[in-house]
């Protein structure tokens, strides 16, 4: 990987010293080849966290030994996301209640940003057909978390 690393540094520094980075092949290639491979190898790297975070979970709970203790142990925990998540529920609860945000805005200007966002909308919905480019077709492919 490191050889990698190495390889596509000097062919980088190579390409702009020799032609500039401004030249329109080097802008296409730039964008449409090694932009999207990098975004796929990062993506296939974050995909990788969840897998290796519960593996790392699960042996740790099938370290501990005794299932007695992890008996406790889970149900402490369980209790006590449970009685922060409702905490959380609480403030939220009294934060929309006390502030009551939305609570003066006029009418007519709540309107008026509604039809905006609709006209903007359906530009986007009319553009799509003709925006989709084929190398980011397949990068949205992988997710990114």
Do not use: C, Y
Request: charged share 10%; aromatic share 6%.
């Amino acid at each position: 990987m490191l050889l990698g690393f190495v390889v596509g540094l000097a062919g980088g520094l190579a390409v702009n010293l020799m032609v500039g980075g401004d030249v329109a092949w080097v802008q296409w290639v730039t964008s449409n080849v090694t932009g999207p491979l990098g975004q796929i190898f990062l993506r296939l790297l974050f995909m990788l966290v969840l897998p290796l975070l519960f593996a790392a979970l699960v042996v740790g709970v099938a370290e501990m030994g005794d299932l007695s203790s992890l008996g406790r142990a889970g149900l402490k925990t369980l209790l006590l996301t449970i009685v922060i998540s409702g905490i959380a529920v609480v403030i939220g609860l009294a934060m929309v209640n006390i502030f009551r945000p939305g609570d003066g805005v006029d009418p007519a200007l709540a309107q008026q940003l509604l039809n905006q966002g609709a006209a903007g909308a359906s530009a986007i919905v009319e553009n799509a057909p003709g925006s989709v480019q084929a190398g980011q077709f397949f990068l949205d492919l992988i997710p990114s978390n």
